[in-house]
């Protein structure tokens, strides 16, 4: 299975401001993914993180505000830009690996207090 | 619709059999996944079955799909302490997205 790295693995952050999390695998994958879990909710995912071109969004979710870098098959990262306290989270790497696709690994996630 | 669903709470015996169960609207999904998360930990892929299996058994975990009503369940044998935990199921559909049911919190009283 992949193991996957997040940093930071928590921050406290002011209002109206970025910070950026970044997500590593130990091995190449095909798919990369990030996903946000507010407290005591199940997981949304926020957009695909796409190998050289610009990250998929979901529906609610923008580039301004959640800008995504993928520059090769093992790293990705993530901004929460302008943060207010609704961003407080935990946000989640996840990647589908190239020698199994079906399954689906976690990082550890990013846990986020906006103050 | 991507909506997936589970009851909120679940408090069993250990040593008794634990049922997680789970429904679900997309019939696109290709992969059903049962993920496990402990209080303040990432999340643990237990288990998948592929959407043309009707039953998948892993050790203490058996897993079964019934695609016609878009139910899946998750059998947990013997269910200990550490067992305790909230149970995500998801599916993945088109584009490989994978969508989160509401969780489950299992509490196993000793």
Not at chain 1, 21 to 31: A, E, Y
Not at chain 1, 82 to 106: H, K, R, T
Not at chain 2, 28 to 38: A, D, N
């Amino acid at each position: 299975s992949a193991v996957i790295s997040q940093k930071p693995s928590r921050d406290i952050c002011q209002r109206g401001t970025s910070l950026t999390i970044q997500c590593q695998v130990d091995s190449q994958v095909t798919m990369m993914f990030w996903y946000r879990q507010q407290p005591g909710q199940s997981l949304t995912l926020i957009a695909t993180a796409n190998q050289g071109s610009e990250a998929t969004y979901e529906s609610g979710f923008v580039i301004d505000k959640f800008p995504i870098s993928r520059p090769n098959l093992t790293f990705s990262t993530l901004t929460v830009s302008n943060m207010s306290p609704e961003d407080s989270s935990i946000y989640l790497c996840s990647v589908v690996g190239l020698a199994d696709n079906n399954e689906q690994f976690f990082g550890p996630g990013t846990r986020l207090t906006v103050l | 619709g991507e909506d997936v669903e589970q009851s909120l709470f679940l408090s069993v015996r250990e040593g008794d059999s634990s049922v997680i169960n789970c429904t679900y609207t997309d019939s696109s999904s290709t992969y059903l996944y049962w993920y496990k998360q402990e209080p303040g930990a990432g999340l643990q892929l237990l288990t998948y079955i592929f959407s043309n299996m009707d039953m998948k058994q892993d050790q203490r975990l058996t897993v079964l799909l019934n695609k016609k009503d878009k139910h899946l369940s998750l059998r947990i044998a013997d269910t200990q302490t550490g067992d305790s935990a909230i149970y995500f199921c998801a599916h993945r559909g088109g584009y490989q997205k994978v969508t989160f049911g509401t969780g489950t919190k299992l509490q196993v009283i000793p």
